[in-house]
């Protein structure tokens, strides 16, 4: 496996990241004008160096300008309190991953590399229609049908908790310090909204985080 | 259906776009590096303007300035000669028409629209991946099962020829001086490249095109 991995600075992608070192050539990483673009980048960055993979960095601009989303710079308030559907639906950046992983398609062929990797578990899917394993299995058959090298789309942790995912991590020795999770962007993770909530959850016994609150 | 069309100002979009104009609510304009930029996204204005539909320019710097392909402004020379294959090849820009399609699907989405529309056709199968049937169909299904609202993609011209597009628009009564196809970008159509053959084969025997050769 040759492979090019969306890689945010969050705690699931530097799992991955971390689980796959050898086979990535090539970490991808967004902006796309959400608050907390600045701390997990500069995660992202320092991962990438400590392990020697190279890295892009894409800013795409247009979501910050004409994409509905509380998480954007413009957007509504970031939601306190639990991980739920009703509380955290403003937070959906609509078809996300499904263009982050058609620009990563792109690239992965331009490159001549021959697999995508994205970090999306089970954990996200009640909010967040593209990170569900129906919407993984028809984006791959398009990455497949619609390239020459016939790219394949993986999704490792597609069907694993959050929790699940901290643990592998644990076992691998990763220094989750070195991740961003707060959707507030803030320097300290706030402690309070609800991806610092479940970020709280899933590293239970083990989190270095420093918390606001 | 309240759609939105993937518009470039060449002749396959500017025919869908007037043939479900009443439906059509917004026109999604790329430009990407490409050499034929600045004359297709003008002829795409004019037309919006003509018919009065709300368009958005958005630009992919991120391809020309990362991706590999002779349309580019800093690739090899475009071909000349027939649009088979081996000749047209090097135009591919890769997955091009899956990262157009994601973006139009989160787009639309955001936008409370329900289908976008794109003008692939039968001709455009042999060299270019993302634009066959298999993947049209994929996309589709990506696109329904990543977004709450189920966001439809249809692709009307997907099995019929260029020519037969063209005697749509015969048929329409539109004006395809105001279209733009050649890979070269100059002011007139140079007449010689792959698609400005395909173009006059096209347009035969109602072809108001100036070309230079």
Redesign the interface.
């Known amino acids: 496996m040759k492979a090019l991995i969306i890689y945010s600075g969050g705690m699931d992608s530097t799992t991955l990241l971390y689980k796959y070192k050898d086979e990535i050539k090539l970490a991808l990483t967004f902006t796309y004008g959400a608050r907390q673009d600045k701390m997990e980048t500069s995660c992202a960055k320092e991962n990438c160096a400590l392990l020697g993979i190279r890295q ?1 960095i ?2 795409l601009d ?2 910050g300008r ?3 989303s509380s998480i954007l710079a413009g957007g509504d308030n970031v939601p306190e309190g639990n991980y739920n559907e009703i509380n955290m639906k403003s937070t ?8 982050m ?3 990563a ?3 992965a ?2 490159e001549g590399l021959d697999t995508v990797l994205i970090a999306n578990h089970a954990g996200d899917h009640t909010i967040y ?2 990170c ?1 394993p ?2 993984i299995s ?2 791959g ?3 497949t ?4 090298a016939g ?1 394949k789309i993986e999704s490792p942790f597609c069907n694993i908790t959050k929790r699940d995912v901290a643990l592998i991590g644990k076992e691998l020795g990763i220094d989750y310090s070195k991740t961003y999770s707060c959707y507030k962007g803030g320097k300290k993770h706030c402690g309070v909204c609800g991806t610092c909530r479940e970020r709280k959850e899933a590293l239970e016994g083990f989190d270095p985080t420093e918390y606001e609150e």
């Open positions: 892009m894409i800013p247009f979501i004409y994409f509905k959906v950046v609509p078809f996300r991953n499904g263009i992983l058609s620009i398609t792109g690239l062929e331009s229609p593209d569900r129906e919407f028809a984006i058959k398009a990455a049908a619609g390239t020459y790219i």
